[in-house]
């Protein structure tokens, strides 16, 4: 008998002028959800992220996608998140439902985070 993958946590920020505190809420989320449960972060409604909170951001992501797929919904005109795409470790993709396709879906959780 096979056991079904974990179903994947979306994360969906509600904000769209990320301040500091608004990203350690961010990857305090990212951290909370289980090792090896894949993640989805919806950052379509995210805008321009100063140095600092993009660094951060991708440090966490890249730390989550060491145990379970990450994949980063956004628009293509979104510049953070292609940072990740580099190395083709996280795809970034423009739809919800082929994000979570490519985690593993289906989703398990929505959460906003601040």
Not at 6 to 23: E, F, H, K, M
């Amino acid at each position: 008998m096979q056991i079904p993958p974990p179903a994947c946590a979306v994360l969906a920020p509600r904000t769209s002028v990320p301040s500091s505190a608004t990203v350690r809420a961010w990857c305090e989320a990212i951290t909370a959800v289980p090792c090896h449960q894949p993640l989805v972060f919806d950052a379509r409604r995210v805008g321009t992220l100063d140095p600092d909170g993009a660094t951060s951001l991708v440090h966490h992501l890249y730390w989550k996608v060491r145990w379970a797929p990450v994949v980063i919904v956004a628009a293509a005109s979104a510049a953070w998140p292609r940072l990740l795409h580099l190395d083709r470790s996280v795809p970034v993709v423009d739809d919800l439902d082929r994000a979570i396709t490519l985690a593993g879906g289906p989703a398990a959780t929505v959460r906003s985070a601040a």
